[in-house]
């Protein structure tokens, strides 16, 4: 959601200020998420991802939360650009939970099934097809940059380097979030984009005498994100109680962290519970 600065009233004479709406929208932002997070608190089961401990999913408190922060941002002489706000229901019921639409200033949120937040494609059904095809599709495009470098006799390692830089860093991006929910399908679409890059970089060696297979370097990523949860963060709180902690015998289990026990297998595919 957006918001458009309405200039407030003023006599001939006043001097203008400084424009603070940077700092305007740092505090709504700061406020906006308390509420959501005041909102999920004591909804949300931590143990089964989606699940509500036995409260009426009918009784939301995000329209008086919107309410709120319309009124908020009106006193501060701005405006909610209702145009740029959707409205995203996630329901695993077997039958939908009839809700009102949201709505900022009288103005009803348009109602979508997947948006992007932060360069991440999210569906209403947690899964990441349209957010492989969008990195697919953006990727595919780059590769026309590898075609005319190779056209103008651009050495291999310029050509390798480009290609990290600007194709493979777009692969990999926010991969600790959707890689061990992807199907077998998804995961050779992405690897089909490098392939179609070392035919073009080196086309005389096979893919895996030139980088490194992508999948391989997602699970690399996975594992060292972990190891900076475990070691510091605000994140440590979600992983599961290590096997010392649990008991002191020593077992044959090679896994450090106790097994999470998942219900679905959507949380089974989620990042803590897989790593």
Known sequence: ??????QPPMDEGDVRPISSTPCLFKVLEDFTVTWLIDDAKGKIDPDQSGCLKGTSTTNSNIQTSLNSVASWSHSNWMKPNDKK????????LKEPINLPHLKIDDQQLELVTSHKVLGLVIQNNLKWNNHIEYIVTKASKRLQILR????GSVEINDLITTYIALIR??????????????PSY??????????RAL???????????????L???????????????????LLIKHLPMTRQRMHHY??????????????????????????
């Open 1 to 6: 959601m957006s918001f458009v600065k309405i």
């Open 85 to 92: 706000g959707k409205e995203m229901r996630l329901c695993f």
């Open 148 to 151: 005319l470098l190779r056209r």
């Open 169 to 182: 860093s777009l692969l990999e991006y926010s991969c600790v979030v959707w890689h061990h929910a992807l």
């Open 186 to 195: 998804l995961l050779q679409e992405l690897e089909r984009i490098q392939k």
């Open 199 to 213: 035919k073009i970089i080196v086309p005389a060696y096979s893919h895996s005498e030139a980088l490194q297979f």
């Open 215 to 233: 999948n391989e370097r997602r699970s690399e990523l996975c594992v060292k994100t972990l190891e900076k949860i475990s070691e510091e963060g």
């Open 250 to 275: 020593q077992g044959r289990c090679a896994n450090k962290y106790t097994s999470t026990k998942c219900r679905t297998e959507r949380l089974r595919r989620s990042f803590f519970s897989k790593m």
